[in-house]
């Protein structure tokens, strides 16, 4: 039988997501090896695992690359791929929040300055509120904007609220709860059915409640 091509986003949230894997049927002991590859296969258990930048798991698995992955909600609202998405897995919560300096007083006839590696999730919150707002695209420690006067306010992910707090922010709004989701190929859905039905089953009786 073909193996399953499943996309694991590297770091943290990765490790975990083998973990869950592993403990529903689909261990690959390789995988567990300090070394810096990539591409992981267990042929015995139906799986090759690759490790990729988490923002990337569904890219690779709308052009078929990979037959499912794990992706957080945050891309997939961002982004919007063509995937199914199967299950919740319960893990990497967190939340997509609205931050501000503790003294900054919102005006609703100002234009709003919303920094943010969200763009699309910020643009869809503030229009259903016929919010104007100029979005500020960055890449990363988007805490510092406020801070230094390039934006009013944040839309960022907040999961222990520990980097607002050293950085003298606060959430002001919270916009979606955020975690982690198993999404497959919807071609390999078809064609891959079983395989990938069976995962889910084992999967679903092993996740977080
Ligand atoms: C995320 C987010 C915050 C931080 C929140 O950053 O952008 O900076 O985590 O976590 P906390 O509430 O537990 O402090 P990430 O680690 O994804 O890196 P980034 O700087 O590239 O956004």
């Known amino acids: 039988m073909e193996l399953l091509n499943v996309a694991l986003p ?3 949230l990765g490790e975990k997501v083998y973990g869950l894997l592993k403990a529903a049927g689909y261990p ?3 995988i567990e090896e300090e070394n810096r590859k990539l591409i992981f296969e267990n042929p015995e258990a139906g799986v090759r695992y690759f490790w990729v930048k988490p ?7 709308e052009r ?4 499912i992955g794990v992706a957080g909600k945050d891309i997939l609202l961002e982004y919007g791929p063509d995937v199914y998405e199967l299950a919740d897995l319960g893990l990497g919560k967190c939340r997509m929040c609205v931050a501000a300096k503790k ?5 609703a006839d100002r234009l709003l300055r919303v920094a943010t590696k969200f763009p699309h999730i910020a643009a869809r919150y503030y229009s259903a509120q016929s919010r104007e707002i100029d979005i500020i695209k960055l890449n990363g420690s988007i805490e510092i904007a406020p801070i230094l006067g390039l934006s009013d306010v944040i839309v960022d992910i907040v999961e222990t ?3 607002l707090l ?6 002001r709004e919270t916009i979606v709860p955020i975690s982690a989701r198993l999404i497959a190929n919807k071609v390999s859905y078809k064609f891959k059915h079983e395989q990938i039905a069976a995962l889910c089953e084992r999967l679903e009786a092993r996740k977080n409640p």
């Not at 923002?55 to 698995?61: F, L, W």
């Not at 003294?103 to 005006?107: E, G, M, T, V």
């Not at 050293?166 to 959430?171: M, T, V």
């Open 10 to 12: 590297k770091g943290r």
């Open 103 to 107: 003294d900054f007083r919102d005006s």
């Open 161 to 163: 609220g520990k980097t």
């Open 28 to 30: 690959c002991p390789a």
């Open 166 to 171: 050293e950085n003298d922010l606060e959430p």
């Open 55 to 61: 923002s990337d798991v569904a890219i690779y698995v």
């Open 64 to 67: 078929g690359a990979a037959d």
